[in-house]
């Protein structure tokens, strides 16, 4: 799986801007693999995007990101509303409605096998061993995403053809399955490294290892470690192709902040850049996801206009300080050089040559 890549370098799904149509046909065209982010996105959304990523990829291909929906939670919401209709007054706008839905997941599902569309992931999740059939069926090659030994024998069993193994390290929302309420970060957290040996010690799959991972010697290290690609998000923030938010791309280039994992702006743990929003609300936050992330979405929006950080979710891994600026393709080449230095020197030190 992904042999064909001059670089087994996945560009990841990031839903809410960063993940355009640009940014995946690029990272293809380089050598390594896009993934569109599905996420957010209405059927019609995605259509577009999928036409457009398909006109700039030429023959290239590529892949889709889904959210998986989980039920609806049943939190008391009162406090956090009126903690962000605070919030909202300080920015000048209502909060959302705190509505649960199911991102429009049917619907892009049979728009995907519709289109046939050769590789899909899913987060948040697991597919259902018949959604999976139906992607098997039209010929697509189906990746679950998973932070635990346990998930992944939950999505082997559903039908996975291969697995994402993503660490705690990693930024944005943790691909959790099943997200335990009581529990503020979601689960034992798993560094890349401990999630990859745990779950190939479960089961038989090729894994993809995501999480933390910018600089060429990480993925000399994943590849050496047992998985067949590296992962990379928070690294291709700063390409010029992303949509990333200009405040956000500040933020990232100051490198003045910690990272934590928090629930505060969509309900779910993620990791981002720590500021206020993040430091006041995080401990109030109620495990409800969709339905926070639709309350707090009118805040952000206009904290991200107003080009204020401290009010926007702003998604990144641990080593977002060492993401670098540059076209896709120039990152990419960056990383192949960096990956064939560094495996060089370790086998040079490991044979002793
Ligand atoms: C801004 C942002 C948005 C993300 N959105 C998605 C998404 O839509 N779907 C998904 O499967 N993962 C998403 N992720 C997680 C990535 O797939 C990946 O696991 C993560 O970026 C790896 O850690 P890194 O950011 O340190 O490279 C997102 C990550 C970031 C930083």
Request: aromatic share 6%; charged share 20%.
């Amino acid at each position: 799986m992904f042999d064909n890549l001059r670089l087994p370098v996945i560009v990841a799904p990031m839903a809410g801007g960063p993940s355009t149509p640009e940014l995946v046909a690029a990272a293809t065209r380089a050598g390594g693999f896009g993934f569109l982010a599905g996420g957010y996105l209405g059927a019609e959304a995605l259509a577009g995007q999928l036409d457009r990523t398909a006109e700039l990829a030429g023959d290239g291909e590529f892949g889709v990101n889904l959210f998986v929906p989980g039920a609806e939670a049943s939190a008391d919401l009162t406090d956090y509303r009126a903690r962000l209709a605070a919030e909202g007054r300080h920015y000048g706008v209502e909060p959302g409605q705190p509505r649960w839905d199911d991102d429009a997941y049917p619907a892009k599902l049979d728009l995907l096998v519709a289109r046939r569309h050769p590789m899909v992931s899913f987060t948040f999740g697991i597919p259902s061993a018949r959604e999976v059939t139906r992607l098997h069926e039209v010929g697509s090659t189906v990746l679950i995403t998973v932070t635990s030994p346990a998930e992944a024998r939950q999505a082997a069993a559903a039908g996975a053809d291969a697995l994402c193994v993503q660490g705690f390290e990693a930024g944005g929302h943790r691909a959790l399955v099943a997200d335990d309420a009581n529990d503020p970060v979601g689960g034992e957290l798993y560094g890349m490294l401990a999630a990859l040996r745990l779950v190939s010690a479960e089961v038989d799959l090729p894994l993809v290892a995501t999480g933390g991972l910018v600089h060429g010697a990480d993925i000399a290290a994943v590849l050496a470690a047992g998985a067949v690609a590296a992962q990379l998000g928070t690294a291709f923030l700063r390409a010029e192709e992303a949509g990333t938010n200009p405040t956000q791309r500040r933020a990232l280039a100051d490198a003045d902040r910690p990272t934590a994992l928090t629930r505060a702006f969509s309900g779910r743990p993620a990791r981002g850049l720590v500021n206020r929003f993040l430091r006041e609300h995080s401990a109030h936050a109620p495990a409800a996801y969709p339905n926070l992330h639709h309350l707090s979405k009118p805040i952000r929006a206009a904290a991200g206009k107003a080009g204020d950080p401290e009010a926007m979710s702003l998604w990144a891994g641990q080593t977002y300080s060492q993401a670098r600026e540059g076209t896709a393709a120039e990152i990419i080449e960056r990383l192949r050089r960096e990956a064939t230095a560094a495996i060089t020197r370790a086998s040079n030190r490991l044979l002793g040559e």
